[in-house]
């Protein structure tokens, strides 16, 4: 029997437990925020978009801080999925995910601004993988201005009196934007004297030679460079009696304005954007993409209509007809598939203004919400089901689920023992993931939910998970608190050994036991051995071990008393010169089983896409076959890909390629980077993975030249595992 190469897994003698290891904190992040700028004394829509361009771990916690107190964050809509903190002064995220490898997150809320103008100052956007104690800062065009918007006059304030004798007194104000004053004063409400100054953001006069114990009255006017003019109303100051000694006061005058804007262009400036309206009924599901209508008007004409399906970040034009001042515009969608899908309509005037319909929504249902294939994966390496369909795996070790799907779902969930797991969807390859930890040893179900925007919901059974139990360091009549257990592992340069590092794989090293004695540790291919300590016990190492692939470590430790010297009642431990010695087991893998219900039955009649057309399962029959399903996403496809070209070769075997639930423009993309030989057909509705009750990938299906079935396995094969598949079970 050929050699055969073990994938995934070698699950020693026990499963391990650890606490969730301390995540890095989050390398690079990039942020923006919209708009740039906003008009005094007015309030607005912000959205801020956060970039997550770390390479590994996911953001979970936000937090965006205005710019000064001259903004005020006023309300905000609903976050979906996000539990939010808001304050006038901040926002805070939590309890939801952005995914690494650039997820782009946008979220919104309401601002209200001072009634002061003010240059541009940046909002604070942090991010963090845990919370705010490991939080980061993230750069990008993050500022926004207040403007003076249009005819808006100088403001003034802090009018105050000072330097207030029987024949003197000095006035002072400022103004929020560089202005000339005017100063009006005299013994009357007439004034009758004036004083100006030069345009700036402070302004003083002094005033002497005035009469003892007398009324004055004075008002201050501003003007700013666009013309704009404010004028306070009538304010009055006594001197000092005469013959009294000099004093200084300073008193806080209350300003009642008058504002004279500055004129009016005649005609007045065109700032409007056209109305852009949409007729085409989106409420309602479809089958495909629409063509939708509906008219843009403006009186200084339409130039441009454009529309996007993914909220503003491409934008293609729309078929334009009819006069200058009111368009009617029409475009179809195109590549849409099932989801739901944020449509907007944008149309620019003459003048360069720019008018939208807002965001709305199209829903595309053919197809009811239904999961794909799943891929579970440890911190080390990808898992692959056992010899009955189910996966093996450790408790305490944090495991990653990842799933396609179809039909557009909005929302999907992963129930495992009916404990319910979000899961996210990566918006660059619609892929929904999860993570989950198994804390008790056991068999648990699992079960996906998945939801779409018309309101279909779908329950799939997924495989089995069996939990193995925690690996365990044990004294002699109880488990060991404070255990110390270092790996360590050998340079295949130098054959020396050293500490193993592994914050690569998301764990700890040494490890550090509880009360309850419980260690976990998974380790990728080398040659290592443990080292295990604690404080009153003899220490204890491993001899040295090599794997070939990834393998969980559950390997019983039983630690013996130091042995002490007793002298006067005194009790002293004698030295260790040597460890003790243990050995850790390799149990041989489990073979994946070749039979299954499918075996005996046809292969059903199913439809694939082809680059020269569609090809069906019939077109198989003719000689045995081997058809193997795949998805270009799966970390072990490249691999399997090759050996299924290596066994085309002088074998009188046909070998079919399928990758379910992807579009064919993807598959043709993954074929040329791949550099591929073999044709790939393409089965975009997932239609096989239903009929056949495919569940994890990658998936063979053994059949003879009349097209039944004579065997089903799963996982990675080599070309050797494929032939003996076929000596046994088509004979």
């Known amino acids: 029997m050929p050699a055969r190469i073990v994938f995934g897994l070698i699950i020693f003698t026990l499963a391990i437990f650890v606490p969730r290891p301390v995540q890095a904190t989050i390398s690079a992040c990039t942020a923006g925020v919209s708009p740039s700028e906003i008009t005094r004394g007015t309030s607005d829509t912000f959205t801020i978009s956060v970039t997550n361009n770390d ?3 996911e953001i979970v916690w936000v937090k965006v801080t205005r710019p000064s107190e001259n903004f005020t964050l006023s309300g905000y809509t609903s976050i979906p ?18 995914q690494p490898g650039g997820e782009v997150f946008d979220f919104s809320f309401d601002v209200t601004v001072a009634n002061v103008s003010a240059d541009a100052a940046s909002w604070a956007v942090s991010v963090s993988d845990t919370d705010e104690s490991g939080a980061v800062t993230c750069s990008g065009s993050l500022s926004t ?10 403001i003034q304030s802090d009018v105050t009196l000072s330097n207030l004798t029987s024949s003197t007194v000095t006035l002072s104000w400022t103004t929020d934007k560089a202005a000339t004053s005017l100063l009006e004063y005299g013994i009357t409400g007439s004034y009758g004297s004036q004083l100006s100054g030069t345009a700036t953001t402070a302004h003083s006069f002094s005033l002497d030679g005035l009469s003892a114990d007398t009324t004055y009255h004075f008002r201050i006017g501003n003007t700013d460079t666009d013309g704009n003019s404010v004028t306070s109303g009538d304010l009055t100051f006594r001197t000092a009696t005469a013959g009294t000694s000099a004093t200084t006061t300073t008193t806080t005058v209350t300003v009642t304005r008058t504002v004279t804007p500055a004129p009016t262009p005649t005609p007045p400036p065109d700032t409007t954007g056209p109305a852009v309206t949409v007729s085409t009924d989106l409420d309602k599901p479809y089958t ?14 339409v130039e441009s209509v454009e529309y996007s399906t993914d909220n503003g970040r491409n934008w293609l034009p729309a078929e334009v007809s009819g006069p200058l001042t009111s368009k009617v515009f029409a475009f179809t969608p195109s590549g849409l598939d099932d989801d739901m899908y944020p449509v907007r309509v ?14 709305l929504s199209l829903v595309i249902d053919r197809l009811p919400p239904l999961g794909g ?19 093996g795996v450790v408790s305490g070790l944090r495991y990653g689920f990842t799933l396609s799907e179809v039909g557009g779902p909005t929302e999907v969930d992963l129930s495992v023992n009916g404990e319910i797991r979000n899961m996210r969807r990566n918006p660059e390859n619609r892929r929904w993931s999860t993570d989950h930890t198994f804390i008790q040893p056991g068999t648990y179900s699992l079960k996906l939910i998945s939801r779409d925007g018309a309101g279909n919901e779908t329950v799939q059974d997924l495989p089995r998970v069996t939990v193995g139990s925690a690996g365990i360091v044990t004294g002699p009549d109880c488990p060991v608190n404070g255990a110390v257990i270092s790996v360590y592992i050998q340079d295949p340069v130098t054959g020396e050994f050293r500490i193993w590092d592994s914050a690569s794989y998301s764990q700890k090293n040494p490890i550090v036991t509880d009360s309850s004695g419980l260690y976990v540790l998974e380790l990728p291919t080398g040659t290592y051995y443990l080292d295990v300590r604690a404080g009153g016990y003899r220490r204890v190492a491993t001899r040295a071990f090599t794997l070939s692939s990834s393998a969980v470590i559950t390997a019983p430790v039983h630690l013996r008393q130091m042995r002490v010297m007793t002298i006067g009642g005194l009790q002293l431990p004698l030295p260790q010169i040597l460890p003790d010695i243990i050995a850790v087991g390799q149990p041989a893998p489990e ?26 399962s019939f077109d198989f029959r003719g000689k045995p076959a081997v058809i193997t399903f795949l998805s270009t996403w799966h970390p072990g496809t490249p691999d399997q890909i090759r050996e299924l070209e290596t066994l085309q ?53 053994f059949t003879d030249n009349k097209g039944v079935i004579q065997a089903v396995r799963t996982g990675l094969l080599t070309s050797e595992e494929i032939v003996e598949t076929v000596n046994v079970n088509m004979k």
């Open 145 to 154: 201005a207040i403007t003076g918007g249009v005819n808006a006059a100088p």
């Open 591 to 616: 073979a994946i089983e070749a039979q299954g219900p499918l075996t005996g039955t046809e292969f059903p009649f199913i439809e694939f896409g082809s680059p020269g057309g569609k090809v069906s």
């Open 346 to 359: 944008r149309a620019k005037d003459g003048k360069g203004n720019t008018g939208s319909t807002g965001k």
């Open 288 to 301: 495909q993409a629409p063509q939708i209508t509906g008219s843009a008007r403006d009186p200084s004409g």
């Open 373 to 391: 294939s799943l891929v579970i994966t440890s911190p080390v390496s990808v898992l692959y089901p056992l010899a009955d369909g189910s996966y």
């Open 81 to 98: 999925g996000w539990d939010v903190n808001f304050s006038a002064p901040q926002i805070i995220l939590s309890g939801s995910t952005v």
């Open 649 to 701: 070769v002088g074998q009188q075997l046909r070998t079919i390629l399928v990758v379910p639930q992807e579009s064919a423009g993807v598959v043709t993309l993954f074929t040329r980077r791949g550099g591929y030989t073999s044709e790939i057909l393409t089965d975009p509705d997932g239609t096989s993975l239903k009929e056949l009750d495919l569940l994890t990938l990658p998936a063979h299906v």
């Open 55 to 57: 390479p590994e771990w």
